[in-house]
């Protein structure tokens, strides 16, 4: 892993956005981190190096937010986001990596735009829904193991449960701490993470750490309202940005 300044445009910015992402703040807006990581390196590459950082993440996100987080939630939402992750690594030879982000850009402009412009009573909780919860599960489980990018399925079940700020945090938190051990034998397993990739790992993880440092920060001083309409913020324009590159790509 050579150091230039392409790679501390790339890089390292994309590691500490997935580390701010962990810290529960903006997680959809990690998803320009797999493109910018790409710049300089292979997606395989990339995503075998990323994976240790965030699990290594997850536990200091977890033991953080241990006692925040809903339950009943994460029995839904691990099982089916489980065998999501399974079709992927059984899959993941196949897909394309450019129809699969246009895939996520699509899901998460429509789902931000009818939060902007079409839904009345946008700040009024709905309730559970298990088909929902199931469908969001499984893709998020499936594209996360592709892409490390479930946070868009995820968001579009979550979000409109209006948890209270913390506990969609800490449940977000729990879920992909789950969902990335899951990974984590699939990805040896198809000799993605390797001794090199880990010890690119270790060098790493301390711009993770700063990110989730970060993150905690904002979280303390953001409003639940703000915080909210700034999530929704960065699904659409992390989704219109996926939706452009593809387009950019088959045109040109």
């Known amino acids: 892993m050579e150091i230039s300044l392409l790679f501390l445009f790339t890089v390292v910015p994309a590691v500490i956005l997935f580390g701010i992402a962990k810290s529960g703040l903006g997680g959809s807006v990690s998803l320009v981190s797999i493109p910018l990581m790409t710049f300089i390196m292979p997606l395989n590459q990339a995503l075998a190096i990323l994976l240790p950082i965030l699990i290594c993440s ?64 946008a700040d009024k909780p709905v309730k559970a829904n298990f088909l929902k919860g199931a469908i969001c599960s499984s893709l998020a489980g499936f594209t996360s193991f592709c892409a490390h990018s479930g946070g868009t399925p995820t968001s579009i079940y979550l979000l409109p449960l209006r948890l209270r700020k913390e506990i969609y945090v800490g449940t977000r938190i729990m879920f992909f701490t789950c969902i990335n051990l899951v990974k ?69």
């Open 58 to 121: 997850d536990f200091i996100s977890a033991f953080k937010f241990r006692k925040e987080f809903d339950h009943n939630t994460l029995k839904l939402m691990v099982p089916f986001a489980a065998i999501g992750a399974i079709i992927g690594a059984s899959t993941f030879s196949f897909f394309s990596e450019d129809y699969l982000k246009f895939i996520l850009g699509i899901m998460g402009f429509l789902f931000a735009f009818h939060y902007f412009f079409l839904k009345k009573n």
């Open 184 to 252: 984590l034998p699939f990805y040896i397993y198809l000799s993605m993470v390797n001794v090199s990739s880990f010890t690119q790992s270790l060098i790493l993880l301390p711009l993770s750490v700063f990110g989730i440092f970060i993150g905690y920060r904002l979280l303390k001083v953001i409003k639940e309202s703000i915080f909210y309409n700034a999530i929704y913020i960065l699904i659409l324009v992390a989704s219109t940005k996926l939706i452009i590159d593809f387009l950019h790509t088959i045109l040109f």
